[in-house]
């Protein structure tokens, strides 16, 4: 940092370091930022450590707005704006960026701005987050502010952005309750009319933006950036911030980045630390020396140069991106190909806030076996430049950078750095693509990736394949070339003959063993084939069109995805109910106010925008921080625990476990099958052994992982299929029976049998399970828990600690998110706490990370179902015997009502006179699985569709008309459970659905459509 003028930091003069290059002597100690308007100078060491994140540091200062949801840069529920002021390009920009993985070191010289900087609700709020208040954008309201600082990003950037914009901005935000559309709905509001939310909305609709309008932007007055780090008062020098165990280097040359590297070998480098703050948190890593090499010129470069170009390490992902586009829309066709390709992993790679400040050159030299961009680079001839702590350069190919099939492996030297890469322009009828496929299009990992390329030319009997390039990711412990097919394919010509010929070569250069890391072996063999196909066809679309069978042409076409639009339709009728002057009711409507019918925005709405909503961790705590010891093994009995090491660290004050409880140690949402801490056995990994208490978070943490336990491990149980196997079960078998399902199938025509697998979800709520407690006077507990069952929790917690229940109250003002995984669930941590808390006389809190919670809080049952079912020749169902098996986890928990819920359903909506649906409970060594919204009912209807379009396929004919057919009568039926359905009407909704709906002519037309593309599918259901 370089404060403005008089401050005490002078530059010094420069020392020479190895290799003849300047190191230099003079870097500042001090951190020089603004945070909402506000100064900040700050000494490392006593104002901050060096490893401290962004949000780490602002949370200490009261700045609660920016939450903590995953700690990795994943959810974006940590987003806020870092303005700095750009030199190549002449003015601030604006970033949006996760504030969880973002060291406060990289803030020097840059205006952070939080939630609470740009509005609140008694001074007034900003129009993002007036619009989405007013738009119904939050429910839960936990993810809400970093939508809005997404989008104020944007808009500082780009007041009338596009549709498109809007979108691709928010695409490292999740939201887990409230939806995407209304907060889409809220935030195209600052479109131009002719692609914003006005543009698709028709007669009625409310608040449209009009033609001509001015969107809300427009004359916003903001927050200025400050003049003190603008150009002639701030100028970014170099930094040295020194702390107890690691020390920040920014140098601002390529010499004082060598000398640094020559100094310190083993430092890491780092620019946007999206990699090296996952080590940090999950695998512990710890490094004494960082060196951060955002204000390295040289490494930052980003140009085009003679035949291609020339990225330097340290240059953003935004920054290629934006370039990228700018050559693909200026340059010749052909020249751009490889660029294209690069677009589109890039498209795909991370979300915004990661994009911003992540680097191509840690992508490259982190070596990810499952890297979105190394394949392409590898496939389109990049070349990437080294250079020694001596200045001295080579150049090496980047198929030959990665050491092949070794697991983050690579040629660069411990005395090199990366300096950069360059992608060389395309030829005429040379071709190029990258392909990705992730559980899902945005921000998300790969399965499986590839960069594709093929240069052709015109032989005497035709195109001639003179070279390939083929390299994958996600097939091997490296991203690696398909070196036999690419040799294959030279000087072959390009036709279905060759395709098919290079199919049956592919697969000797991706073995994939079938115990390979990551699973899904099939899967993974089955694309890398399919986008080799994709892109051959591809190829010879645009080479040898008169080749392709029309048919073939949809499996050429790239992933696009139209911006999206949603309608709610409703009335708002404001009906109430009310009594005249002698208490007869009267029924309106009324135009009433917040009426039943009316649209009426969350009473917190304001609150979530602003970040002025108040969770669990947000709280002020004067207390300690806890942390689990939880068990690392499956099943295991449990010989010693060891916290000695733990205790030794300063600032830790107790260890605690099922000793320390002096109430009852076991507990259970129905049965008592769960203790608050281990005794002698641990039954499912993450199970509560002990709890650390210390003054920070991070410290607990630390010391809970010094905690020795030493275990004997036994033989767990995972799997519903294990469980059978071993007859393991909680509880006795459930069966409803109604008619003689066994008589009528063992005389029937027609039977089908079958199984269906149904996985488990997580929760994902964005705020983890929390909770604090707080001793009293004479042996009083508060206890503040993010649950959705504050009476279990103070019976609970009372038990656990022997005091009277009516001397623990439990408080819940709101929470993160929860559907179901906080209605049990939430109970051991905050009994736990409470021991914790009873022991101490401090009040203990703990919010769980994001990997402990998943590992511990079980999720949504998996189900296996086994069914045997009856019909008659027109799909008439007559009979059924249905086995449901749920894996319950390791404890009861909810897991029998979860189980009764989905035999309940497992009809759905259809009439089988002859129906016996046996369930039982599985008991596996895996966290106890829970409550989760349908709460068994989906499990069971998922079931009863399974059987019924196994049906509708054995018969050749329509799932729907099965479905139809089998619905229950309007009037007179009963259900196998003996409910009788009065007033049923679901053959009448089925009918307008199917009317209204235009359903046969729909089908008509997908049967078309699907008829005229052999690779690309519709597809068209009614249910």
């Known amino acids: 940092m370089a404060p403005p003028a008089g401050a005490p930091e002078g530059a010094g003069a420069p020392a020479t370091g190895k290799g003849g290059f300047v190191a230099v002597s003079s870097a500042s100690s001090r951190l020089y930022f603004f945070v909402n308007g506000k100064e900040y100078n700050l000494t490392p060491g006593k104002d901050f450590m060096p490893e401290t994140t962004l949000l780490t540091w602002l949370r200490a200062k009261g700045l609660t707005g920016t939450k903590l949801g995953c700690g990795e840069g994943g959810c974006g529920a940590c987003t806020l704006s870092a303005s700095s002021y750009d030199e190549m390009q002449d003015k601030v920009v604006h970033r949006a960026v996760n504030a969880c993985i973002t060291p406060v070191c990289a803030m020097d010289g840059h205006h952070v701005v939080t939630v609470e900087g740009i509005g609140s609700v008694k001074k007034g709020m900003h129009p993002v987050q007036q619009e989405l208040s007013d738009r119904h954008g939050s429910q839960c309201g936990f993810c809400t502010p970093g939508f809005v600082m997404s989008m104020y990003s944007l808009l500082r950037n780009n007041a009338t952005p596009s549709a498109a914009e809007v979108e691709h901005s928010i695409d490292g935000n999740l939201c887990r309750c409230t939806g995407y559309r209304p907060i889409l709905d809220a935030f195209k509001t600052f479109c131009p009319a002719s692609e914003g939310e006005g543009a698709n909305k028709g007669k009625g609709c409310c608040k449209s933006v009009k033609e001509g309008e001015v969107p809300p932007y427009a004359s916003v007055p903001e927050i200025a950036f400050p003049t003190q780090l603008l150009p002639g ?304 066809l591809s190829v010879m679309k645009e080479a040898t069109p008169e080749l392709m069978d029309p048919a073939d042409i949809s499996a050429t076409l790239d992933y696009k995805r139209p911006v999206s639009e949603g309608l709610q339709h409703y009335k708002e009728t404001g009906t109430k109910i009310i009594t005249d002057p002698s208490g007869q009711a009267i029924t309106g409507p009324f135009d009433v106010e917040n009426g039943v019918g009316k649209a009426t925005k969350h009473m917190a709405g304001d609150l979530h925008v602003t970040g002025e909503a108040m969770y669990l961790d947000d709280m002020p705590n004067t207390g300690y921080y806890g942390a689990f010891v939880g068990s690392s093994k499956s099943r295991a009995r449990i010989l010693s625990v060891d916290p000695a090491p733990a205790l030794a660290l300063e600032g830790v004050h107790g260890y605690f476990d099922h000793k320390d409880v002096e109430g009852k140690n076991a507990w259970g949402a129905i049965i008592f099958d769960e203790e608050v801490f281990a005794t002698t056995d641990v039954y499912t990994t993450g199970q509560p052994i002990g709890m650390i208490v210390a003054d920070s978070h991070a410290l607990a943490r630390k010391a809970a992982a010094l905690v020795n336990v030493e275990y004997e491990v036994m033989d767990a149980i995972l799997t519903i299929e294990d469980a059978i196997k071993a007859d393991s079960y909680i509880g006795e078998a459930a069966v409803i029976q109604n008619g003689d399902a066994a008589g009528v199938l063992a005389s029937a025509k027609n039977v089908i049998e079958g199984e269906l697998r149904i996985g488990g979800q997580e929760h994902f709520y964005l705020e983890t399970q929390a909770s604090m407690v707080v001793p009293g006077e004479n042996d009083e507990f508060t206890v503040y828990s993010s649950t959705q069952n504050p009476t279990k929790t103070s019976n609970f917690v009372a038990a656990a600690i022997g005091v009277p229940k009516n001397k623990v109250v439990c408080k819940v003002k709101r929470m993160g998110g929860a559907f179901g995984g906080k209605e049990t669930r939430s109970v051991f941590v905050s009994m736990s706490l409470a021991v914790a808390a009873q022991k101490t006389g401090k009040s203990v809190r703990l919010m769980l990370d994001r990997d402990t919670d998943m590992c511990t809080a079980g999720q949504r049952h998996p189900f296996l179902l086994k069914y045997k079912v009856a019909y008659d020749d027109d799909g008439l169902l007559l009979a059924a015997d249905l086995c449901l098996f749920s894996n319950g986890g390791f404890s009861m928990d909810l897991s029998r009502p979860v189980l009764d819920r989905a035999m309940f359903h497992v009809d759905n909506a259809y009439s089988i006179p002859n129906l016996r649906v046996t369930g039982r409970v599985c008991r596996t060594n895996l966290p106890s699985n829970t409550a989760f919204r349908g709460f068994g009912g989906p499990q069971g209807i998922v079931s009863a569709e399974m059987y019924v379009e196994h049906v509708a396929r054995a018969l050749g004919k329509p799932a729907e008309e099965i479905r139809e057919k089998n619905l229950y009568a309007s009037r007179g039926a009963v259900t196998h459970y003996r409910q009788e359905l009065v007033d049923c009407h679901l053959r009448e909704m089925w009918a307008e659905v199917k009317k209204t709906s235009d359903f046969a002519t729909r089908r008509v037309a997908v049967d078309a459509f699907n008829s005229a593309n052999r690779w690309k599918k519709r597809g068209l259901a009614m249910m």
């Not at 911030?241 to 601002?252: A, F």
């Not at 299009?441 to 003179?466: N, Y």
């Not at 390979?516 to 986008?531: K, L, N, V």
Request: a neutral charge.
């Open 233 to 536: 008062a701030f100028k970014s020098a170099a930094l040295r911030l020194e702390g107890d165990g690691c020390t920040w280097h920014r140098p601002t040359d390529l010499a004082g980045c060598l000398a640094l590297k020559a100094s310190h070998p083993q430092a890491k480098i780092v620019v946007g630390n999206s990699e090296l703050e996952i080590e940090r948190k999950f695998r512990n890593s710890t490094w004494e020396q960082l060196i951060c090499t955002t204000h390295v010129p040289e490494l930052n470069t980003l140009k085009t140069v003679s035949g291609g170009l020339t990225i330097g390490a340290s240059t953003t992902l935004t920054r290629i991106m934006h370039t990228l586009e700018d050559l693909v829309a200026n340059q010749p066709v052909h020249t751009t190909q490889a660029y294209k390709a690069l677009l589109a992993q890039l498209k795909w790679f991370a979300g915004t806030p990661i994009r911003n400040v992540a680097a191509i050159g840690g992508n490259v030299a982190n070596a990810s076996p499952i890297s979105d961009l190394n394949p392409v680079l590898m496939a389109c001839k990049a070349i990437f430049t080294l250079v020694k702590v001596d200045g001295t350069t080579r150049d090496i190919a980047a198929k030959e950078f990665f050491k092949e099939r070794m697991y983050r492996q690579t040629h660069l030297a411990p005395d090199e750095l990366m300096l950069s890469i360059f992608v060389p322009e395309t030829r005429p009828m040379e071709y190029a693509n990258g392909f990705k496929a992730s559980r899902r299009r945005d921000d998300d990992i790969a399965i499986v990736t590839c960069g594709m390329r093929m240069a052709l030319e015109k032989g005497p009997s035709g195109i001639v394949i003179t070279d390939a390039g083929l390299a994958f990711g996600g097939m091997a412990a490296s991203s690696v070339n398909a070196r036999k097919t690419e040799a294959f394919l030279a000087g072959k010509p390009l036709s279905h003959d060759t395709l098919k010929a290079a199919l049956e070569v592919l697969p000797d250069d991706l073995p994939l063993d079938a115990t390979a890391p990551g699973g899904m072996i099939e899967y993974r063999r089955t694309m890398s084939a399919s986008f080799f196909f994709k892109f051959f």
